[in-house]
């Protein structure tokens, strides 16, 4: 009976497996163009020299090593070769499958079923851990890592230091947000080390901790320099209300059940964890079960509350895919502590129908979702190149568009963002700031309105790509005065906002026409870059 169920449950997990890997097939199939987020890598990526990509990393998200990986890929395979980025998306995307396999072949709990379906298959760490950028890689090296310091704690060799110490400093420099579950995975170890009292794995694992946190020493100047601008996505109070609705935008994609779930098993398994460090005799528990269990369990605590401050104290806006450190440490935790302390006939029974259902259903949902496009903006730029003539305008709206399109035009006709920023190979916010505190905000459209007004007086066409907003009839746009603004609320949308609308009423009282060429796709297309084509002609002074 015991062989049977093993078998079962090790053809769920190979089930699950495929059923993952199908899902990120799908979506690198379905992403097609990079979206600006992507096109801002690879841009800063590519600079000409190494010392140009340092001296401009604070206009990425991510540490050097990620940035550096792209780098070097893209010479390999071509800076526009699309297809090639999303394969190594993909793969990526395969590896961090494996790593939930090593680590628990690593805490001997053998199979990762809840991870597998809990994880692995949710839509949004499927579209946003395969993207061309860090989180997906920086991902794969923390579980990794999490994996090499359990090892440590084992049994401190010099080649199992050494190797959890390569690993640790690999993964804070692809992700900053792994030194957080850097440290939930130490403690946890430590805390093993603390029961045993064994003091000397503890020091190591201390050591490699320290290491890898002194590593990141030399990105202080990278992030003084991002303080200068980033006021610019930061919200004024990030609360637990806004993290909560947050991560429910994060796994809802699976289903709207997602967030209960989650949160049931988390619960569910911290009291079991808890259970069996204080009772492992009265439970039936190995000493092996019950170290996992507290390993486990100082991990998960230490990592939720974290990823919880660390975003606190970020205080950005946030979305779906700065969330996903703290699902793959609660992930893994969650299946340490149910595969080590699950051991009875039916209890395996009810965890192995219990993941298959959830892997059923989130495989369901998830189909739909990982077809995703990533952008049409590509398409736009396309579109517009072949249509717009060589004195026709082209006007992107907004500005931060104007990255992806720059990636993908190939026109004659010449274009200008809203507001004109005059840099387009990757995110430039500090520019957008020097924008947002000039003196008379009615100046900074100026060149904008001048050149429609020619161009329309001229009897050619102006072609917006992206978001015409036209104000509601008899209402004028304010001019808002120069930042900062006291209380504003994510005080770079109020002013793409405002600009995009003073755009919008011009070109609505000094044209004859406005015809909409092409549509925001109404679904397949991702929201965060979905763009319409709108072309407007005739002079109206």
């Not at 699309?82 to 090593?102: E, K, Q």
């Not at 609360?239 to 949160?263: M, N, Q, Y």
Request: glycine share 6%; aromatic share 12%.
């Amino acid at each position: 009976m015991a062989v049977t169920l093993k078998k079962a449950e090790t053809s769920a997990a190979v089930l699950l497996t495929v059923a993952a890997i199908w899902l990120r097939v799908i979506a690198a199939q379905s992403a097609g163009g990079l979206w600006r987020d992507e096109v801002n890598t690879v841009g800063l990526a590519t600079l000409p020299s190494l010392r140009d990509v340092w001296m401009n990393l604070q206009f990425d998200s991510f540490p050097l090593l990620w940035v550096l990986l792209i780098r070097q890929f893209a010479a390999i395979a071509g800076v526009m070769n699309d297809p090639a980025f999303r394969l190594l998306g993909c793969v990526i995307g395969i590896g961090l499958i494996a790593s939930l396999w090593f680590y628990a072949r690593t805490l001997r709990y053998s199979l990762p079923l809840v991870s597998l379906a809990l994880f692995a298959m949710n839509p949004s760490i499927v579209l946003w851990s395969d993207t061309v950028r860090g989180y997906g890689f920086g991902l794969l090296l923390i579980v990794t890592t999490g994996a090499l310091v359990w090892r440590v704690m084992e049994s401190p060799t010099t080649v199992r230091v050494i190797v959890a110490l390569v690993a640790a400093i690999a993964s804070v420099h692809s992700l900053y947000y792994n030194s957080v579950l850097l440290l939930a995975f130490s403690c946890g170890a430590a805390a093993v080390c603390a029961d045993r009292r064994d003091w000397r794995a503890a020091s190591m694992i201390v050591v490699v901790g320290l290491i890898a946190a002194i590593s990141l020493i030399p990105y202080a100047a990278v992030i003084r320099s991002a303080s200068t601008w980033n006021t610019l996505v930061q919200v004024q109070d990030y609360s637990f209300l806004w993290f909560w609705s947050k991560l429910d935008e994060t796994v809802r994609p699976a289903g709207p059940w997602s967030l209960v779930i989650w949160c049931e098993l988390i619960v569910l398994a911290l009291v079991a964890g808890a259970r069996a460090v204080r009772f492992p005799n009265q439970l039936g528990h190995s000493p092996d079960q019950r170290e996992v269990a507290l390993g486990a369990s100082v991990t998960l605590v230490v990592g939720l509350l974290g990823s919880f401050f660390f975003l606190r104290a970020l205080s950005y806006v946030t979305q779906p895919w700065y969330y996903l450190t703290l699902l793959a440490v609660g992930a893994v935790c969650v299946d340490a502590i149910s595969g080590s302390l699950i051991h009875s006939s039916l209890a395996r029974k009810a965890r192995l129908i219990g993941v298959l259902l959830l892997g059923s259903a989130t495989f369901i949902q998830g189909l739909q979702v990982v077809r995703t496009r990533m952008t049409n903006l590509d398409e736009a730029a396309t579109y517009v190149a072949q249509t717009a003539g060589g004195n026709d305008l082209i006007v992107v709206n907004p500005w931060f568009y104007g990255v992806t399109f720059a990636r993908y035009y190939r026109g004659r006709a010449p274009w200008m963002t809203v507001p004109q920023v005059g840099f387009y190979r990757y995110h430039r916010y500090d520019l957008i700031k020097q924008q947002m505190t000039r003196p008379d905000q009615r100046l900074l459209m100026v060149p904008l309105e001048d050149a429609i007004s020619f161009a329309l007086q001229s009897g050619n066409r102006v072609f917006v790509v992206g978001d015409l907003r036209i104000p509601p009839p008899g209402q004028i746009p304010q001019i808002l005065p120069p930042a900062p603004r006291s209380g504003d609320f994510r005080p770079e949308n109020r002013y793409d906002l405002n600009w995009s609308m003073q755009t919008g009423y011009f070109l609505q009282h000094h044209s004859t026409r406005i015809t909409v060429l092409r549509h925001q796709a109404s679904e397949g297309v991702s929201h965060f870059e979905n763009s319409a084509v709108v072309v407007v002609t005739g002079w109206r002074p």
